[in-house]
């Protein structure tokens, strides 16, 4: 079944455009991101990468990608908890912090940041196809 990467990081586009399958919005918010994950699992995705994964919290980051794999018979429930129990903390998480605004140097950071977890997680993937 193919993966697919879901992103709204500029650098993972950037860095794994041309090497994996991608659905890449720079425009969403780390919540969009998440429904959109979320979609995808209603139609038979599953999670190969947790939302929640490393240790920056969905309000102290704007980026957020995701591995999927697609072409699932049915509806992978454990996926399904896990993006609504991460839609859940993220608004939650984003509505408490209120609005940021980070420096550039910051946010070449978080994408960074996002770019190293998401490739770590399509190694891991890809030994365990």
Do not use: C
Request: hydrophobic letters at 40%; proline letters at 5%; glycine letters at 6%.
């Amino acid at each position: 079944m193919p993966m697919v990467l879901l992103t709204n990081n500029p650098l993972v586009h950037q860095r794994l455009g041309d090497a994996v399958p991608m659905v890449y919005d720079q425009e969403a918010d780390y919540v969009e991101l998440l429904k959109t994950a979320r979609d995808r699992i209603h139609r038979g995705a599953v999670l190969l990468t947790h939302p929640l994964s490393g240790s920056i919290k969905p309000n102290e980051t704007p980026f957020k990608s995701l591995l999927l794999q697609e072409g699932g018979k049915g509806l992978d429930t454990d996926s399904l908890q896990i993006i609504e129990d991460a839609i859940r903390l993220a608004e939650r998480m984003i509505d408490q912090a209120g609005q940021r605004r980070w420096t550039d140097k910051i946010i070449a950071d978080f994408q960074l940041i996002d770019y190293d977890l998401i490739r770590h997680g399509l190694e891991h993937a890809g030994r365990h196809q």
